[in-house]
C-alpha cells in the first residue's frame, strides 16, 4: 500500500518555464514532508522540507506548497534550469524527523533547452 | 566535510550466495539508515540505527538480512543467502540526529543477483 504517490513517472518542462512536481499521501499521521533530488549514480540529496503548521515554504527557485485537506503537496521550481533535470522523490513522516520516512516512487524531471 | 563512504559500489552474485555491504556516515552524525531502493520504486527504510543501538527494523527481511553498527560508527549491512529480488541499489544515509529530517546519502552499493 503507497502511503506517499507520485502518479507522474516523467515530466518534460522548457528551460525557463515553471516545472511543478505533484505528491499525494494517504496517511494522516504524516506531518513532515521532505523533497530529496536524485541524479543518475548518485545518492538522493536533501531540497526542502515543510512542516504541517505551515502551507508554504520557498528556498531561491525552489517553493512547497502543502494542502492538509487534500493530502497534497507539490514542488514548484522557477526558472527551470538543465541542472534541474534529476529524479525527484517526496518523503513524509509522522513525528517531524526521519522516523518511519516514506518515500514516493519519484518523478524524473527532463528540461529541455 | 567528507559525505557518507559506501562500499563496494557494484556486486554482481548469484543467488543463494552472500555479500556484504559497508558504510561509514559523516563524522558526528548519531542516526544511521539502510534503504533498499528497487528500480523504478523509491528507498524503502531496512533498518534505523541510534549510535550502536536498533530504533527500527520493522522491515527488514530477518531471515536473510542482518545488520550491526557494533561502535556506533560504521555499519555493515550482510545478506545471505541472496534472492533474485534483492536486486537493488542499497542506500547508506546519516544524520545528525533523529530530529533531523534531512538524510545525508552516500552514493548506493548496485547488487545484482543472477
Known amino acids: 500500500d503507497q502511503q506517499v504517490k507520485q502518479n507522474s513517472p516523467s515530466l518534460s518542462v522548457q528551460e525557463g518555464r515553471i516545472s511543478i512536481l505533484n505528491c499525494d499521501y494517504t496517511n494522516s499521521m504524516f506531518d513532515y514532508f521532505l523533497w530529496y533530488k536524485k541524479y543518475p549514480a548518485e545518492g538522493p540529496t536533501f531540497l526542502i522540507s515543510i512542516s504541517s503548521i505551515k502551507d508554504k515554504n520557498e528556498d531561491g527557485r525552489f517553493t512547497v506548497f502543502l494542502n492538509k485537506s487534500a493530502k497534497h503537496l507539490s514542488l514548484h521550481i522557477v526558472p527551470s534550469q538543465p541542472g534541474d533535470s534529476a529524479v525527484y522523490f517526496c518523503a513524509a513522516s509522522p513525528g517531524g524527523g526521519a522516523d518511519g520516512l516514506t518515500f514516493g516512487k519519484g518523478t524524473h524531471l527532463i528540461i529541455q533547452p | 566535510e567528507a559525505g557518507v563512504a559506501q562500499s563496494p559500489r557494484y556486486k554482481i552474485i548469484e543467488k543463494r550466495q552472500s555479500v556484504a555491504f559497508w558504510c561509514n556516515p559523516i563524522?558526528?552524525?548519531?542516526?544511521l539508515y539502510w534503504y533498499q531502493q528497487i528500480l523504478g520504486q523509491g528507498p524503502k527504510l531496512l533498518i534505523q540505527?541510534?549510535?550502536?543501538?536498533?530504533?527500527?527494523d520493522s522491515q527488514l527481511p530477518k531471515d536473510r538480512f542482518s545488520a550491526e553498527r557494533l561502535k556506533g560508527v560504521d555499519s555493515t549491512l550482510k545478506i545471505q543467502p541472496a534472492k533474485l529480488e534483492d536486486s537493488a541499489v542499497y542506500l547508506c544515509?546519516?544524520?545528525?540526529?533523529?530530529?533531523?529530517?534531512?538524510?545525508?546519502f552516500g552514493e548506493g552499493s548496485r547488487l545484482t543477483v543472477l
Open positions: 563524522s558526528g552524525h548519531a542516526t
Open positions: 540505527f541510534q549510535n550502536n543501538g536498533v530504533v527500527d
Open positions: 544515509a546519516s544524520s545528525l540526529d533523529r530530529l533531523s529530517g534531512e538524510l545525508f
